[in-house]
């Protein structure tokens, strides 16, 4: 948040991610419950907005999140684990013209992403991080985009796959009590179809 200027977080906690198996996926609202324990203290906004939407792509879920809060200015935040993929999403580089996209190091994967497809197209656009990146130039006008900000933290080794693994049966330990969502304000609800998993920086 720092690096980026950002205002706060938004997580996006979505029905489930397209090119992942549904088999051994926690229910939505138990997601939604741990993701909210794992936030709780800082300046994270989890929400569930996609289920909402009725989106099943991270570039529909996007373009109605750009449409509905037209006063924010939005950052995509992704790990580098998902830049070495993102040639396999939807309209990957429709996402890359709605939003600047920052690029946080992922133990193993760094070398991956690097050499993917989609960072040979969007290599050109690379931009150092900076306050500014979000929002406008010193001039006032607004930045361009695409625009591609890696950021290079203490890479944490820690891995959702791995943690399951670990430990299958921890959903069985989330209080299964309805939840609201943050952003919404609305019940998060199960739905039974898949989605995406993203979060994204707002600047407001």
Known sequence: MRALGLDEVWWLVSPGNVLKPVEGMADLPVRYASARRVARGVPIRVTAIEAEMGTRYTV?????????????RFIWLMGADNLAQFHRWRDWRGIARLMPIAVIARPGYDAHAM????????????RRHGQESLAKDGSGARRRIPALYPLQFDPDPMSATAIRAADPDWHRRIPAFPMRDMLTKHPV???SRKGSLASLGAKS
């Not at 050499?115 to 690379?126: D, F, G, I, Q």
Request: proline residues 7%; charged residues 30%; without cysteine.
């Open 60 to 72: 529909d879920t996007l373009s109605q999140i750009v449409r509905r809060y037209p006063r924010f």
């Open 115 to 126: 050499a993917s497809p989609a960072m040979v197209w969007l290599r050109r656009w690379r």
């Open 189 to 191: 609800r199960q739905v």
